[in-house]
């Protein structure tokens, strides 16, 4: 048990569909982030929530959006992906501080085909 | 740009010890991270160092030198659990974690 808790494990998704990420975290942090993890890449940041105030944005294409409606929730919203989105989406969450670890959940491995 | 290097893989034997490198160039540091995650769960918090030395916690170690851009992970008496990607992340200046690509090391009996 991680303390982060992402739905669904999996997710198989056609380029036209909408379909949504949900993580939740258990632990009192107050921050919540989204990651992209590609095979052999670095963990890619996506999104940002502080106190449930969206603080970053990495250039994100729009066909991906966040929502967080309060500080142990945070969704991705997913439409017309393209298959290069595929990848492993993992969600964290923090402390806060500066140096605060981050704690994973355990992802969602998404295929779009 | 900035930049964090480590070995793809590695390979060590059951009993073993073995090392772990991470280089990195970033604008600025505010502390350098090791995770370990294993094949399809999520990444595990193992240490983090903001300044130079040699910090011990149990079988798994972790050196800094910030001098040189440099650190390792240094995993002792191994077991076929300690398998898994080990990741490398720095804190640059604006407190943005960069992260390296991470290093798969496989153990063998």
């Known amino acids: 048990e991680t303390g982060v808790t992402q739905t669904p494990r999996h997710l198989v998704m056609g380029m036209t569909n909408k379909k949504s990420l949900k993580c939740e975290q258990h632990l009192g942090h107050n921050a919540m982030y989204w990651y992209k993890q590609s095979a052999k890449k670095p963990l890619e940041l996506m999104f940002v929530y502080s106190l449930e105030e969206r603080v970053e944005n990495n250039s994100v294409p729009s066909r991906f959006s966040p929502e967080c409606p309060n500080s142990s929730h945070l969704f991705l919203h997913l439409h017309t992906l393209q298959p290069e989105d595929s990848a492993l989406y993992l969600c964290?969450?923090?402390?806060?501080?500066?140096?605060?670890?981050?704690?994973f959940g355990n992802g969602t491995r998404l295929t779009v085909t | 740009g900035q930049n964090i290097d480590q070995p793809t893989e590695m390979t060590a034997t059951e009993g073993a010890i073995v090392q772990i490198n991470c280089t990195y160039q970033?604008?600025?540091?505010?502390?350098l991270f090791w995770y370990q995650q294993h094949a399809g769960e999520a990444p595990t918090f193992l240490s983090y160092?903001?300044l130079d030395g040699l910090e011990e916690k149990g079988r798994f170690s972790s050196f800094l030198s910030r001098s040189k851009g440099y650190s390792y992970l240094l995993l002792k008496e191994l077991q076929m659990k300690d398998s898994a990607s080990y990741l490398c992340a720095v804190l640059d200046s604006n407190y943005q974690l960069i992260w390296g690509a991470g290093t798969k090391l496989i153990i063998k009996p």
């Open positions: 970033t604008s600025g540091f505010n502390g």
């Open positions: 160092n903001v």
């Open positions: 964290a969450s923090s402390q806060g501080g500066d140096n605060s670890p981050l704690h």
